[in-house]
């Protein structure tokens, strides 16, 4: 069956990195499109960024445009969400999830919170 | 990339109907037929509801039904259960070839 683990959160300064893992089981990475969405504490769902089963195609929501890279390892069926020059607003749960029709989502993971504060 | 808007909360009785809307612009709800529903119940990942605007994945009752006028896409619960209290979020896809996410929804069934 289909399965998405996230890993790597975890609480962290104002202007540092880390690094989100989505190890996917049941299904092929590349033919899916795969995105990350996150949710602040209390709030809503945020799209964060996706990426095309291409494995080129990759786009963002603004305010993480340059700061945060999506990447995935077809290998290791793992997505990835790079996150640098991290700020207290980009605490949240980070959730993967698979595409199956133009940014309908169908599985998630469980989430790996992320707290960025000094 | 605004988000898209949702009324903040819904409510109704067990058996009845209630609708959420979900308003967008042309460049996104109005744009495409690619409105989605998911409803998050507390402490849980969202769950797929309505992808397609009108589609349901395999397994969600044909209770869940969704529709769409210009700009302004709707989900439609009837029959209401005391297990559908939840929180409810729409999603488009955009021109810019991104996804935006509503508010969300809060309802409760009284």
């Known amino acids: 069956q289909v399965q998405l683990v996230e890993s790597g959160g975890g609480a962290v300064q104002p202007g540092r990195s880390l690094s989100l893992s989505c190890a996917a089981s049941?299904?092929?990475?590349?033919?899916?499109?795969m995105h990350w969405v996150r949710q602040a504490p209390g709030k809503g769902l945020e799209w964060v960024a996706d990426?095309?089963?291409?494995?080129?195609?990759?786009y963002y929501v603004d305010s993480v445009k340059g700061r945060f890279t999506i990447s995935r390892d077809s290998s290791k069926n793992t997505v990835y969400l790079q996150m640098n020059s991290l700020r207290v607003e980009d605490t949240a749960v980070y959730y993967c999830?698979?595409?199956?029709?133009?940014?309908?989502?169908?599985?998630w993971g469980q989430g790996t919170l992320v707290t960025v504060s000094s | 990339q605004s988000a898209l808007t949702q009324p903040p909360s819904v409510s109704g009785s067990p058996g009845q109907s209630v609708t959420i809307s979900c308003t967008g612009t042309s460049s996104d709800v109005g744009g495409f037929n690619r409105v989605s529903w998911y409803h998050q119940p507390p402490g849980t990942a969202p769950k797929l509801l309505i992808y397609?605007?009108?589609n349901r994945p395999s397994g969600v009752p044909d209770r869940f039904s969704g529709s769409k006028s210009g700009n302004t896409a709707s989900l439609t619960i009837s029959g209401l259960q005391a297990e559908d209290e939840s929180d409810y979020y729409c999603?488009?896809?955009?021109?810019?070839?991104?996804?935006?996410f509503g508010g969300g929804t809060k309802l409760t069934v009284l």
């Open positions: 990426i095309w089963n291409d494995g080129h195609s990759k």
């Open positions: 397609g605007v009108t």
């Open positions: 999603s488009s896809y955009t021109q810019t070839s991104t996804v935006v």
């Open positions: 999830a698979r595409d199956r029709d133009w940014g309908a989502l169908d599985y």
């Open positions: 049941g299904f092929t990475l590349s033919t899916y499109g």
